[in-house]
């Protein structure tokens, strides 16, 4: 149930990422939607580590009952934002301890507020300290890292964020996971580089199905993820008309995916955001194809 084992299977491995819901209607929908989603049997599922409070405390209890009820293995997603590294080292054995075998490891963002991220007195500052300490701590743990097609937004140089992803490959990463986009050409582009540099851990493509334009505008402007400017006037044509909005992210998304298996990527990694007809709809259309 390791990344690398998982990585092993010859089909393509896909994976699905929740985020731990803050109310009991978020809970329910976000327990309907693993009801629903795990009947595809992704290779696992993985939820986020949050800024703070109950997103981060529930991200392992989480994983638990993923893999409890549906016997699919769990990633845990973690950050280095807050703790020392006595406390992340404290968080990586309840996580060994829970049964976890695969973490997502993050640096994290900056609190709210604050500009730039700054590592807490003995804490970590970069995710290659992360996978080394778990490397150190739990050397069989499958890790994860997280890969920026179109460059980390705090980074001013392509090249040099590239060299950064390296580092977290050489401290021992099994799986580089990538931020949400939207435009093929980009990614074909970027996996081209990545393997230019001697990158060699599988890069698999992370995918957000579109359900709401307002939203998803909100969330590519955050991360610096190109909007393809078709679709942004298809979706603006359809700004009062959610299902319709809906129908064409599910079309593009399930258009990508394809372009995306047909080219020789090793799975596809959805970011669900807790709902599930997107997903459900884009891996029975992948399923058939
Ligand atoms: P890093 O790899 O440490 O990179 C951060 C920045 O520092 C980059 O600009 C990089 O170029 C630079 N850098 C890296 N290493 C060095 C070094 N050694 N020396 C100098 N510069 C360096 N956030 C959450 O809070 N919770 C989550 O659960 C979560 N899950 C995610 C899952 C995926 C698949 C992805 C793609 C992102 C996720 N994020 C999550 C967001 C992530 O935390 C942010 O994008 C964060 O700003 C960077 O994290 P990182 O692990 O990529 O950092």
Same mark, same amino acid.
């Given at each position: ?122 804490? =970590? @500052?970069?995710?290659? /300290?992360? $996978?080394?300490?778990?490397? *150190?701590?739990?050397?069989?743990? !499958? %890790?994860?890292? +997280? ?83 078709? =679709? @942004?006037?298809?979706? /603006?044509? $359809?700004?009062?008309?959610? *299902?319709?909005?809906?129908?064409? !992210? %599910?079309?593009? +998304? ?36």
């Amino acid at each position: 149930n390791r990344l690398p084992d998982l990585l092993k299977s010859d089909s393509p491995l896909i994976s699905i990422e929740i985020f731990p819901p803050k109310t009991e209607k978020g809970d329910e929908l976000l327990y309907e939607t693993l009801d629903t989603l795990s009947k595809f049997e992704p290779k696992f599922i993985s939820c986020t580590y949050g800024a703070g409070g109950t997103t981060q405390t529930r991200t392992l209890e989480l994983c638990q009952h993923i893999q409890k009820t549906y016997e699919i293995p769990a990633t845990a997603h973690f950050t280095c934002v807050g703790s020392s590294r006595d406390e992340l080292i404290a968080w990586l054995d309840k996580a060994a301890a829970a049964g976890i075998q695969n973490i997502m490891a993050l640096r994290g963002d900056a609190p709210k507020g604050e500009t730039s991220f700054k590592a807490v007195e003995g804490g =970590l @500052s970069y995710a290659n /300290e992360l $996978v080394s300490l778990i490397r *150190e701590r739990h050397p069989n743990m !499958g %890790i994860g890292v +997280a890969a920026y097609p179109e460059k980390h937004a705090e980074c001013l140089d392509a090249d040099l964020d590239l060299a950064n992803l390296k580092r977290k490959i050489d401290a021992g990463a099994d799986a580089a996971f990538t931020q949400l986009f939207f435009d093929n050409d980009l990614f074909f582009a970027f996996r081209d580089r990545y393997e230019k540099a001697g990158c060699a851990i599988p890069l698999i493509p992370g995918i957000m199905p579109i359900t709401e334009f307002s939203r998803i505008k909100r969330i590519t402007e955050m991360c610096g993820t190109a909007f393809p400017a078709e =679709l @942004s006037a298809r979706l /603006e044509n $359809v700004q009062d008309d959610s *299902e319709a909005q809906l129908e064409i !992210g %599910i079309e593009f +998304a399930i258009a990508q995916c394809q372009e995306l298996l047909e080219n020789n990527v090793p799975g596809v990694h959805f970011y669900a955001l807790n709902k599930s007809q997107a997903c459900q709809r884009i891996l029975e259309a992948l399923k058939t194809a």
